[in-house]
């Protein structure tokens, strides 16, 4: 089991992130697999991590998230990742897959939603589109009706 095993998402997106952004600096190699490294973090903070590919839980950093705990935080993440192009490599051609796949899935959706509106008679359609008006109320933006307050400001002028 390697670090990205037990990492959170969000800890691997945000490490993925820093390390994009080159917040990794004094690399120190101790083997293939254990390292050593600064990471700048969020403000002016940089930490001292620690990182053992073989022995993941005895990788460490001194971040407020990490320090003491026996958890994969960001910096280790970036960390791996910048002492792994490999690893990285690896990381970008998954995201690339999942952003594809998501891409194929979305126009799949959209084709089955002009396959049903094309079988949709008028008055279905207007139906339709009258309820989505009224469930999402920020579309009477589009019509000038900004709150539907509007409707009855002046309903006394009707009596």
Request: net charge negative; proline share 2%.
């Amino acid at each position: 089991m390697g670090l990205l095993d037990i990492a959170s998402i969000r800890s691997i997106e945000r490490g993925f992130s820093y390390y994009q952004s080159k917040c990794v600096i004094n690399l120190k190699s101790y083997s293939e697999t254990q390292f050593e490294a600064e990471v700048k973090g969020s403000g002016s903070n940089v930490y001292r991590c620690y990182i053992d590919m073989e022995h993941p839980r005895k990788s460490k950093c001194n971040c407020p998230h990490a320090d003491g705990r026996r958890v994969i935080c960001k910096h280790m993440i970036a960390l791996l990742f910048t002492a792994s192009p490999e690893a990285a490599n690896k990381h970008t051609i998954m995201l690339n897959e999942v952003e594809e796949d998501y891409h194929l899935r979305r126009n799949m959706w959209i084709d089955s939603l002009k396959e049903m509106v094309n079988d949709m008679s008028e008055e279905e359609l207007r139906d339709a589109y009258l309820n989505t008006l009224i469930e999402h109320g920020e579309m009477a933006e589009l019509f000038g009706l900004d709150e539907e307050e509007d409707l009855f400001e002046d309903e006394n002028e009707f009596y």
